[in-house]
């Protein structure tokens, strides 16, 4: 049967059921709901099937996204799962976590005016389903190489890398001080965006294929690097940002004054009922979140949830110049988060080294910066206080380059950064030949879906440099 074009003029985009907001606050749960088959398929055949798809070229990954809406669309859900894990290593994930309306969806030809396809939820649909219904990768043809590459981080970036290996015949031993895998997926991101069970089904999934974990293991501490050098053919550095960026005003060293990273990292783990120092219950308190990123977002929901009291974001920028997803503000405004926009914190006060608020300025916008967002300048003599007796930090997070980098050769940028560049021949090399490094360490803080793209680009830079 011709497919009729015009679809999309007769069924509008629906987005999988939302938990209502005073539902969702009680507990850390996911707060979407999933396709079925029916609205899954009804969803994809909106999609035009350009002959030039935007969609795909905006995706990091570069997934084959008209291919496999048209699979699911028709019903064939195992080539559909098939087809998606061709290029993406995490597309449940990604489906759940990736900013799509900046992505895939951003660049759907029906985001002008229509409502762009449901790219995510579908993506999600396909890979959920076919996993629950018991779909595994097929890797009966996969011939072994007999070579083995040590992969340090089980984030996104060392899990990317692993997947292309394995396919490859080549077996990637997965380090991680973690106790579970997943790096920011399962120690950073709350549960609310991103349930800690599909992180462990995934594990499942890259152990059938071949993957080995060795977890609670902190290279340069338990092991030495210089062992996975002698007992591997080459090694991948895929270990993630973790340098807490301090706003350099009087006061942050209060009491009551947290970082963003370790309060949900701790968060996360009493979730998991894991072993934490360090929890931090923000239930009852007045909180000020600082920052207006991703991270502050989490920030704020996490703690809607933990019961506080109220819960206020101030970010220097306006809501247009904001960089986190305008859909996650949207759910911590739903959630009860009251933003404060054009305010710039100059100090923490507080009595007896206990906080009792967060002194800010108000700013206009000039000029845009490099980055094309427009710089904040203080109003002199807007100076206000906003009472707080919790604060949280969120301003994002520099490289953490391990001490051990330069003794083996890996060079680092004046930012931190490992110098492993797209275009190295092979792709993602180090200065050392043996090393490659993808991810958040190699292009600075960013995406789930920007660190799958490096880990499994490192790794094709891999098998060229192992010539198999
Ligand atoms: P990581 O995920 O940081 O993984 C690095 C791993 O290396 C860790 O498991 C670490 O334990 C391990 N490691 C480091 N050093 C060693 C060592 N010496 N020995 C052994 N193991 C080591 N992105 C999105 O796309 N969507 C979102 O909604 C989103 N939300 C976020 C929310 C928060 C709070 C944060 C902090 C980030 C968020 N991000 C989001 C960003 C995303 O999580 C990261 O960009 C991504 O996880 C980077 O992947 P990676 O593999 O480079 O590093
Ligand atoms: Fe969209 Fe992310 Fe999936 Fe790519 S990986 S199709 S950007 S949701």
Partial sequence: MTKNNFQFLDVGRVDPKKLEAKERVKGFGEIYGSFDA???????????????????????VHNYIPNWLKLVSEGNLAQAAELSHQTNTLPEICGRVCPQDRLCEGACTLNDGFGAVTIGSVEKYIADTAL???????????????????????????????DVLVRNGV?????????????????????????????????????????????????????????????????????????????GFPGEDMQGVHEALPYLVANNKHLLDLPTEGYISLEGKNVVVLGGGDTAMDCNRTAIRQGANSVTCAYRRDEENMPGSRREVNNAREEGVQFLWNRQPIEIVGENNQVTGVKVVTTALGEPDERGRRRPEPV??????????????????????????????VNIDEGG????????????????????????????????????????????????YLEV
């Fill in 38 to 60: 029916d609205s899954s398929a009804e969803q994809a055949d909106r999609c035009l099937e350009c002959g030039n798809p935007y969609c795909e070229w905006k995706c990091p």
């Fill in 132 to 162: 629950a219904e018991g779909w595994r990768p097929d890797l009966s043809h996969v011939v072994p190489t007999g070579k083995r590459v040590a992969v340090i981080g089980a984030g996104p970036a060392g899990l990317g890398c692993a």
């Fill in 171 to 247: 077996k990637p031993v997965v380090y991680d001080r973690y106790p579970e895998i997943g790096g920011l997926l399962t120690f950073g991101i709350p549960e609310f965006k991103l349930e800690k069970e599909v992180v462990k089904r995934r594990r499942e999934v890259l152990e059938g294929m071949g993957v080995e974990f060795v977890l609670n293991t902190d290279i340069g501490k338990d092991i030495p690097f210089q062992q996975l050098l002698d007992e591997y053919d080459a090694v991948f550095l895929g270990m993630g940002t973790y340098t807490y960026m301090k706003g």
């Fill in 380 to 409: 002199p003599g807007s100076e206000e206080i906003i009472p707080a007796d919790a604060v949280v930090i969120a301003f994002g997070f520099r490289p953490s380059p391990a001490p051990w980098f330069a003794e083996f050769g």
């Fill in 417 to 464: 950064r490992v110098v492993a560049p797209a275009e190295a021949q092979p792709a993602y090399q180090t200065s050392n030949p043996k090393i490659f490094a993808g991810g958040d360490m190699v292009r600075g803080s960013d995406l789930v879906v920007t660190a799958v793209w490096e880990g499994r680009q490192a790794a094709e830079g891999i098998l060229d």
